[in-house]
């Protein structure tokens, strides 16, 4: 706290920079983003970190399973992506806004171009999905 009382505002960049590179996040996508070819895909330049905003938060909400396809790559099942929601199985259990910081880290890092993403945004698919299992790619590009 800044003296007077005040909270110092926390830049989620940089929250979200901390949170990637000290949890698992850059031990599959590096932390460079480029991830590890043909096991774990890149976030650099990917469809999925610069699209669909809905569709990022329920990746990294709840998990995803099975083939995904990222610049034009099919990445194998083996590779799942665990689930940082605060949902059954999972253990890493990260609130909205740990999840918010580390999405528009990741939308803004390595040339990225996507905007922010807000921990009400994240709150808001939660509630909609509920205990939902971890995706699959399927089912994401069904979703706008």
């Given amino acids: 706290p800044k003296a007077g009382g005040?909270?110092?505002?926390?830049?989620?960049?940089?929250?979200?920079?901390?949170?990637?590179?000290?949890?698992?996040?850059?031990?599959?996508?590096?932390?460079?983003?480029?991830?590890?070819?043909?096991?774990?895909?890149?976030?650099?330049?990917?469809?999925?970190?610069?699209?669909?905003?809905?569709?990022?938060?329920?990746?990294v909400t709840f998990g995803a399973q099975g083939v995904i396809k990222v610049k034009g790559v099919d990445y194998p099942a083996s590779s799942q992506m665990p689930a940082f929601g605060q949902v059954a199985g999972s253990g890493y259990k990260w609130s909205d806004d740990k999840i918010a910081a580390v999405l528009t880290y990741i939308r803004s890092e390595w040339g990225n171009k996507g905007g922010p993403i807000t921990p009400e945004q994240v709150t808001a698919i939660r509630t909609k999905e509920g205990d939902h299992k971890p995706f699959t790619q399927e089912e994401l590009l069904k979703l706008p």
């Fill in 6 to 59: 005040e909270t110092a505002k926390v830049d989620p960049r940089e929250y979200g920079k901390k949170l990637f590179n000290n949890a698992a996040c850059n031990t599959c996508h590096q932390a460079t983003g480029m991830g590890t070819p043909g096991v774990f895909p890149p976030l650099v330049d990917s469809e999925w970190v610069n699209g669909s905003e809905e569709r990022l938060i329920r990746i």
